[in-house]
């Protein structure tokens, strides 16, 4: 979560995966959340 002390938090963060089938999980599992 990227956060800034002048206008707070953006709720959005950077994350890399070596094995692209653990991406594609990750964004399914989240997606609507």
């Not at 890399?16 to 999980?25: E, G, Q």
């Amino acid at each position: 979560i990227i956060n800034d002390r002048h206008i707070g938090g953006k709720c959005y963060g950077f994350v890399t995966f070596t094995n692209p089938r653990s991406a594609i999980d990750a964004i399914n599992d989240m997606d609507g959340r």
